[in-house]
């Protein structure tokens, strides 16, 4: 068997929707993140594996923009999680409604 | 040479400027001196400037200065001609000689330097109304006048009443004004300019007689309002609760000549204009008439000669409707002498008796106070028209016009004739009152003659009201020679030849004569009370400030009080509240699907994806 362009964005749509109901669904901020992640990398996948089929360069230049950012997201995401546990002891995303219209 | 001509209305300007801003740094006495200066100087130079005009060898000049308003083509540009350097000589003469006045008069006054700065600022405001040239720059000057007669008639804005009679001039005025800017509208689209000399020059071709009609009555309006005619004279009594200098400036120098020069600057169109021109010398006659009746009546000194302003305007609005507009000016000069002499006499009698301003508790000042006497002996014969003052030859000249002129005119001539006789009844009533018998004035007042520097410029303003005749008398018509380039192209109402011009003078005279008998045999012995029947009401004005209350200026409250409540408060405001509501209860409403979970939000986004790419691929746009 082998693996076409179609398999990887499958995978991709596969993990997206994986990473994308754990966001919907946990209440861990934490796991939440990780679940941003999952998505992040989904959408990876897609780019290096349409690069690689189109013959271009850009996908790969693309994914690392992508973590670039993911990288930047995770540690500001990752710190204004540990300053809201420092004050609330709670990781917990529905206990923090203080802004609620 | 020419080029001095801006420098006319710029000194002013700078005194008014500078003693705004620095006045109170300044003080007393230089900023009365350094205002006084100003116009000095600048009468200098217009009296420089004037000698050209006089030996012939220049007509008329316009200075551009620079573009005002590109889009319509509007210059701002002065023009110099023999009857701008008369009005720009009256302006800065007179006012000088007040404003030296004023220097002694508001000596003590908290805002002394403030005053000289509007004074300076109502010289500047009529220098540009005189010397532009072109409709658009004359209407700077007119509302500018305006301004500078507010600020100064309510300068002692403490007094409730001072107050009133300042804003009342200001409306008043903004009422004729409305006729004045309509018909500057009607001239620009008649002749897409406001150029002087392009509407002179085109007039009798451009226009018909309605249009000229329509422009001239509107003009006129202006003038009824600037030079207090019927029905609009109501502001210029009240304009008496400003200083007495302001009186002087307001009456006899500046503003109320405001309508007969801009009349006698436009006489080319008002010549296109009979039916207008009627109606001029109509409410002028009319105006000499009631006026003096008024006149006659009050008891306040500063209101006999406020009334008898008007009365005097109303003989020079008379000289041009019948097209003698050399009369009118002349007319306008020789007033300026004898009423800003009338009105500082006036001052000196009040500031001598402690702000008393009542005739009938004055009397006895002839010993006191000889040389306010003598000074304003000369303008009372003057104002009179006793051969051979001033007075006599300006207004028997605008009679003798008003009577060659056709036989409707003939009545308002006899209506002038009456009025003639009641001005000099009142003015001997004025001078008897106040400076004959006994001294009626409360006790621990003690009435001395005033400083100096107040005596001076009665004297020459003495001088002037007594010899200024000179300058137009029928066998040697300097005056109408000098202003004739001004008036190319007008034909202007001759005084009868010959015999016929004595005999009118004559009459005149004798209705003169019969005026001040008439008051001597009533005041010389005793003072009647006039406490009823006529003396009554033309104390009172003939309840026509009353009438304008009731039928002009209440609605007029009403309607802006209706504005204020019902329109302003429940229409705009219930408008704009009303939007302001709206989208408060929508954002309200929208505020519920801020749960501040975000899950929440994250599922909405997924949604949004999802309906966003649910779209796409039904409108066919990704495949």
Request: glycine residues 10%; neutral net charge.
């Amino acid at each position: 068997m082998i693996l076409t362009a179609g398999w990887y964005m499958a995978l991709a749509a596969v993990l997206f929707s994986i990473g994308a109901a754990g966001v919907l669904v946990r209440r861990n901020a934490l796991v939440m993140f990780m679940s941003i992640e999952l998505m992040l990398n989904a959408v990876n996948l897609t780019f290096v594996a349409a690069g690689s089929e189109m013959g271009l360069i850009e996908g790969q230049v693309a994914a690392l923009f992508v973590i670039v950012v993911a990288a930047a997201e995770v540690t500001i995401g990752l710190a204004i999680l540990v300053a809201v546990f420092r004050r609330r002891s709670t990781a917990n995303v529905d206990e923090l409604a203080a802004l609620k219209g | 040479m020419i080029d001095l001509v801006p420098v006319l209305v710029v000194l002013p300007l700078i005194g008014a400027a500078t003693l705004i801003i620095f006045g109170k740094r300044i003080g007393e006495p230089w900023s009365g001196w350094v205002a006084s200066a100003l116009v000095g100087v600048g009468f200098v130079i217009a009296a420089g400037l004037t000698v050209p005009l006089i030996s012939g060898t220049t007509e008329s000049e316009s200075i551009q200065l620079f573009t005002w308003i590109p889009g319509l083509g509007v210059e701002a540009s002065l023009l110099w001609d023999p009857l701008a350097s008369f009005m720009a000589l009256i302006v800065t003469g007179v006012g000088f000689l007040i404003h030296v006045y004023a220097v002694g008069y508001m000596h003590g006054d908290e805002r002394y330097g403030r005053f000289f700065g509007y004074m300076n600022l109502f010289i500047a405001s009529m220098l540009i109304l005189v010397l532009a040239d072109n409709f658009a720059v004359m209407f700077v000057g007119w509302e500018l006048v305006g301004l500078s007669s507010y600020l100064l008639i309510s300068f002692w804005f403490i007094r409730p009443a001072a107050a009133a009679a300042g804003k009342k001039a200001f409306i008043v005025n903004r009422i004729g004004d409305w006729g004045f800017l309509v018909g500057l509208m009607l001239i620009f689209a008649a002749f897409g300019t406001f150029n002087y000399g392009t509407v002179f020059d085109e007039a009798p071709t451009v226009l018909s007689e309605g249009t000229a009609t329509a422009i001239t009555l509107l003009l006129f309006v202006g003038a009824v309002g600037k030079s207090a005619q019927i029905p609009l004279y109501v502001w210029l009594p009240d304009a008496m609760e400003g200083p007495t200098p302001v009186s002087a400036l307001i009456h006899a120098a500046t503003m109320v000549t405001a309508g007969i020069y801009m009349i006698a600057r436009s006489a080319v169109l008002y010549e296109l204009a009979p039916a207008t021109l009627v109606v001029v010398a109509t409410v002028g006659a009319a105006t000499a008439f009631y006026a003096a009746t008024l006149a006659m009546g009050q008891r306040d000194i500063k209101r006999v000669l406020a009334y008898s302003t008007i009365s005097q305007l109303g003989y020079m609005v008379m000289a041009v409707g019948v097209t003698a507009f050399t009369a009118g000016l002349f007319h306008l000069m020789t007033h300026a002498f004898f009423k800003a002499l009338l009105f500082l006499g006036a001052g000196a009698v009040i500031h001598s008796l402690a702000g008393e301003q009542d005739m009938f508790r004055m009397g006895g000042l002839r010993k006191l106070m000889p040389v306010t006497f003598w000074t304003m002996v000369v303008a009372w014969l003057a104002i009179a028209g006793v051969v051979p003052l001033s007075g006599f030859w300006s207004k028997d000249e605008i009679l003798a016009a008003a009577f060659a002129h056709g036989p409707y005119f003939i009545v308002l001539w006899a209506v002038g004739v009456a009025a003639a006789l009641l001005t000099a009844f009142y003015m001997t009533r004025l001078m008897l009152l106040t400076f004959g018998g006994e001294g009626r004035w409360p006790d621990g007042v003690e009435p001395e003659e005033a400083p100096t520097l107040m005596t001076v410029p009665l004297v020459i303003l003495a001088v002037l009201a007594a010899i200024a005749g000179i300058w137009n008398t029928p066998w040697r018509l300097g005056l109408e020679h000098f202003l004739e380039p001004s008036f190319e192209g007008v034909t202007q109402q001759q005084p009868p030849e010959g015999q016929a011009v004595v005999g009118l003078a004559l009459i005149a005279l004798v209705a003169t004569v019969m005026g001040i008998f008439g008051a001597w045999s009533r005041y010389n012995k005793a003072i009647p009370a006039e406490r009823s029947g006529f003396w009554k009401a033309a104390l009172n004005g003939y309840g026509i400030d009353e009438l304008y209350g009731k039928y002009a200026v209440a609605p007029g409250r009403a309607i802006a009080g209706w504005t204020a409540t019902v329109l302003d408060q429940n229409v705009i405001d219930g408008l704009v509240n009303s939007v302001g509501r709206g989208v408060k209860s929508f954002g309200v409403s929208m505020s519920d699907t801020q749960t501040g979970w975000v899950r929440w939000y994250g599922a909405i986004m997924v949604a949004g994806t999802f309906a966003v790419l649910l779209w796409l691929l039904l409108s066919g746009g990704l495949f």
